[in-house]
């Protein structure tokens, strides 16, 4: 594992006058690898507010640490019973169901353009 001081930025491309991509992607440098697990902070305004360093009114934020990890790691390491553990407790279906699923439309997709 790397140990650079590189920081990935998480970006929103801009595809149409203003909208942007509900995905968004990180530009990985060419010696550099994809972070295996993200750190991000939430941070939500509480309704209160308290005086800035000139007396202004601030408002009041909590502030949560969150972290997402890499499904194609998870996938890679863990036993598929316990991936599909994961995969249940994060709202998703059991892989095998989800490829069958995904299959499916790819099927579809393909016997449109057909």
């Known amino acids: 594992m790397k140990t650079s001081h590189w920081v990935p930025e998480i970006v929103y491309e801009e595809v149409d006058s203003g909208l942007t991509s509900n995905i968004p992607f990180i530009a990985v440098p060419s010696d550099e690898d994809m972070p295996n697990v993200l750190y991000v902070f939430e941070s939500r305004e509480t309704g209160e507010i308290e005086p800035g360093p000139e007396g202004e009114d601030l408002p009041v934020s909590e502030v949560s640490l969150h972290q997402y990890a890499d499904m194609g790691i998870l996938k890679t390491r863990l036993t598929l019973d316990v991936y599909d553990q994961v995969r249940a407790v994060l709202g998703l279906e059991p892989l095998k169901d989800a490829v ?13 353009i057909s």
């Open 100 to 112: 069958e699923k995904g299959s499916r439309i790819t099927q579809k997709i393909r016997e449109n």
